[in-house]
């Protein structure tokens, strides 16, 4: 039996627009959630297109730690997948895993590691 990878990653680079205040699961999880505003230049069907956009965005745990340290109007390369925002909503919202802070670095990133 061949098994088929099922794939659900994503890369956004942006700016962070707004972060709401960190907070706690009832486990004592940290959770912070924000809007990325994103702006970049794609190829498609063979030509440029201009894309702007602004996604939904939570972190988890020691990540959610890493973003609360973010002021808005930072740039950030963030790593992680999509879910639905709620059992009631079918609503995409990025679920963050990584973040790299690319402003004000001398080689333009710095990795927040996992763990």
Do not use: D, Y
Request: net charge neutral; aromatic share 4%; charged share 20%.
């Amino acid at each position: 039996m061949i098994v088929e990878a099922l794939l659900n990653r994503v890369e956004l680079t942006g700016i962070l627009i707004e972060r709401k205040a960190l907070r706690f699961t009832p486990a004592g999880v940290p959770v912070v959630e924000c809007l990325i505003g994103h702006q970049s230049e794609q190829l498609e069907a063979g030509g440029p297109r201009r894309v702007e956009c602004e996604i939904q965005a939570i972190a988890l745990g020691a990540t959610a730690q890493w973003l609360q340290a973010a002021n808005p109007g930072a740039a950030l390369h963030l790593t992680g997948f999509l879910a639905a925002r709620s059992r009631n909503s079918k609503q995409p919202r990025l679920h963050v895993t990584t973040i790299e802070f690319v402003e004000g670095k001398q080689n333009g990133k710095i990795l927040q590691e996992e763990g």
